[in-house]
């Protein structure tokens, strides 16, 4: 009896979060506009880049994060402006073609699987969101847009840190530039390699780095050995005349 009833009350909850969830996210979905999506680039398919996860639970809009907002500074625009402008090019005919750059869009994550039931898993995978994707505040903490090269096997992040980020008083926190680092060195290996996981990492810290400033993360490819790809990054102001943090990783 008690089990029976155990039972009852579960099902019952289960209902109740499943249709308010399906009201709130019917509201989002009636105030957020759709996003235009950007041309398919003819290079390696999207879809194994680490940074573009499963689309949402039909009732979530998709956002990409990595568009220009309110928070980004001058050099954050700046930079963006940079490697953008490098992802079409004119051509002597007045026309437009792909050129050496790619920006690599950043949606929200969307779990695959998730315990709990069919109501509490869906719940679970609508608000499920990349590590450095989940403060809704723009400018609050993790700001950036990352930029491949196919040809020269090169991948940069364009990275502002906010307020939340503060590790020494006024710098920013060691973990999250490693946050960054990792991030952007997984990406790159896996749009060259396919999907993969971090097995080493290995990060030394050369100058602080100042809290609300942009800097530029620059990551290489080393080697491929078997399944294992190398890669290194080096952290560093906007024009590369210093040098903050330095990677290697596999």
């Known amino acids: 009896m008690i089990r029976i009833r155990a ?17 709130e996210n019917i509201k989002t979905s009636i105030k957020q506009p759709t996003q ?9 398919s999207v879809s194994s880049v680490r940074t573009i996860a499963m689309l949402p639970w039909p009732f979530s809009q998709s956002r990409d994060f990595s568009l220009p907002n309110s928070s980004w500074g001058s050099d954050m625009r700046r930079l963006y402006e940079h490697y953008n402008s490098q992802c ?18 950043s949606y929200n994550r969307s779990i695959k699987f998730a315990t709990g039931g069919v109501y509490l898993s869906k719940i679970i995978q609508s608000k499920a969101r990349l590590f450095t994707r989940s403060v809704k505040e723009p400018g609050a903490a993790f700001e950036y847009v990352m930029f491949v090269n196919k040809e020269e096997e090169k991948c940069v992040c ?36 396919g999907p993969v996981m971090t097995a080493n990492l290995n990060i030394n810290y050369r100058s602080p780095i100042p809290l609300g400033s942009t800097v530029l993360l620059t990551c290489s490819l080393d080697k491929k050995e078997g399944r294992k790809t190398f890669v290194s990054c080096q952290v560093t102001n906007t024009d590369g005349s210093k040098l903050h943090t330095e990677a290697t990783g596999g």
């Open 88 to 105: 079409e090019v004119e051509t002597e005919e007045g026309g437009k073609k792909w050129g050496a750059w790619r920006r690599l869009p």
């Open 36 to 44: 235009s999506q950007s041309p398919q680039h003819p290079w390696s």
């Open 7 to 23: 039972q009852q009350i579960a099902r019952g909850l289960s209902q109740i979060i499943g249709r308010e969830f399906l009201k």
């Open 158 to 193: 364009v990275f502002q840190a906010g307020h939340l980020l503060e590790g020494p008083p006024g710098h920013v926190h060691g973990g999250a530039i490693a946050t960054m680092i990792d991030s952007v060195t997984g990406t790159h290996a896996t749009y060259l390699s």
